[in-house]
């Protein structure tokens, strides 16, 4: 019965509820508790009060947890095993990978040799995500952490980091006394 219950709440998920509008349009509030409601059979764990945006992409979900009070942006794409803390904010467009292809072999064609095992990503508590970052396998971004729209992170995040560019680096920390910085 979880089984079928699983499959039917995936197909609602895609079919329905991905298009459903974002929680700030009129009956966001709705679109909102729908989208929960369903990813919470669809997530190795959920939350309470998660948001689950517009367009939001997943594969099957069964691998991802997602703490209390976190999302996932309008349009974000994540795939495979993937740790979000409490109390994350993601903006649009973000991309989460836990894979990649294989190309060591200068003889082979790259499109013949395989993925990368899966390196699962881990986002700590209270983390804020902008729109469009790229985040590669096996990351770890810390909690209180910051990572700037457009930013791609190639390395792991320290906590309570503000971090940005392509690739990712440490801008300031937001616990520092900044008041010196010009």
Not at 51 to 74: C, H, P, V
Not at 148 to 166: L, M, R, S
Request: proline share 4%; charged share 25%.
């Amino acid at each position: 019965m979880k089984k079928v219950l699983y499959f039917i709440s995936l197909f609602l998920y895609y079919i329905i509820l991905r298009k459903l509008p974002t929680y700030d349009s009129p009956g966001g509030k709705l679109w909102k508790h729908l989208r929960a409601s369903v990813c919470k059979n669809l997530f190795l764990s959920c939350g309470k009060d998660v948001n689950i945006e517009q367009g939001a992409y997943f594969g099957r979900g069964n691998e991802i947890t997602i703490g209390d009070r976190s999302g996932l942006g309008k349009q974000c794409k994540v795939y495979g095993k993937i740790n979000v803390g409490n109390d994350v904010v993601m903006g649009p467009d973000v991309i989460i990978y836990t894979k990649d292809h294989v190309f060591s072999d200068t003889k082979v064609p790259i499109n013949r040799q395989g993925m990368t095992e899966m390196r699962p990503v881990n986002i700590e508590d209270d983390v804020y995500i902008g729109a469009r970052v790229i985040i590669l396998p096996g990351i770890n971004i810390g909690k209180g952490s910051v990572i700037a729209a457009g930013t791609i992170v190639t390395k792991d995040v320290p906590e309570f980091a503000i971090f940005a560019g392509n690739p990712g680096k440490v801008i300031k920390f937001r616990n520092k006394d900044n008041k010196n910085e010009t």
